[in-house]
């Protein structure tokens, strides 16, 4: 490797780094004279942008927050060639640079960001293409509104784990023995920046997002597994119940 590739992935790493730590959701909020992070979680993401403005602001703030990680690998991979484990590592400084803003510590004095799944997604997109894309965001979709009661950040949290192996598939990643270690760091930092929300899970003190559905849609419960567990629990205890009648019966 010359000094010509290395200054290419040094370069592109630290582009990924500074693209993803602009804080679009807080500028965005600041042009509306509302400070998100005084908001709910404080977070500057999509969810909460929609608590402060609506869903069409969330809307530009996640359309936003994917470009940060669609860029990035777009230059790595189409215009400056680097080697696949260096797109992994471009991968990694986005995501940090998504949780962990540099230009929001020189603004408010804090690292504190968003939590890099709309990032994460926006980067997908240009590693696996569209179709692979549309199925983990279909996924993701069915997993929000009938598996985690409309938990946005349940439904996030699996989605990384959906993209993680969705990225394994491709075959040409494995081929770098650097792959593996950079995409389970990315994973974890995203459950790391989610760790107050699965401590809310695990509370039960979550808020759930308010979706309506068109009929039939509506008739399905937002938690098929607790709603499943339920109806077989009902049908164990009548079966107990009948076994029991019928001993009776026969005494």
């Known amino acids: 490797m010359d000094l010509i590739e290395i200054g290419k992935i040094v370069g592109v790493c630290l582009f990924a780094y ?3 730590s602009i804080p679009f959701g807080y500028i965005i909020c600041w042009a509306k004279r509302v400070d998100i992070q005084k908001i709910s979680s404080g977070n500057i993401g999509g969810t909460n942008v929609r608590r402060a403005l609506g869903l069409r602001y969330a809307i530009w703030v996640s359309t ?5 990680g669609a860029i990035p690998i777009i230059v790595a991979r189409y215009f400056l060639s680097v080697p696949w484990w260096a797109i992994g590592l471009t991968f990694l400084c986005y995501i940090v640079g998504a949780i962990f803003s540099i230009w929001l510590k020189w603004k408010v004095g804090s690292f504190k960001a968003g939590k890099g799944v709309a990032a994460l997604i926006g980067g997908l997109l240009v590693l696996a293409g569209w179709k692979v894309w549309l199925i983990i965001m279909g996924c993701w979709l069915i997993v929000l509104l009938f598996f985690t009661r409309r938990k946005m950040s349940g ?3 699996i989605l990384t784990g959906i993209i993680l192996v969705s990225i394994l598939a491709i075959p040409i990643f494995l081929s770098s023995i650097f792959m593996l270690p950079i995409l389970f760091i990315t ?3 995203i459950w790391w920046a989610h760790r107050k929300n699965i401590q809310r899970i695990i509370n039960g ?3 759930s997002t308010e979706i309506k559905l068109p009929w039939p849609l509506n008739k ?3 938690d098929v597994i607790s709603w499943s567990i339920k109806r077989l629990q009902l049908l164990i ?8 009648r019928d001993l009776k019966g026969l005494s």
Not at 64 to 68: E, I, N, Q, R, T
């Open 64 to 68: 936003l927050d994917a470009w940060k």
């Open 237 to 244: 205890k009548k079966l107990q119940e009948l076994k029991k």
């Open 220 to 222: 399905i419960p937002d």
């Open 205 to 207: 003190e979550e808020p």
């Open 18 to 20: 500074l693209f993803g």
């Open 155 to 157: 439904a996030s949290l």
């Open 187 to 189: 994973l974890g930092l």
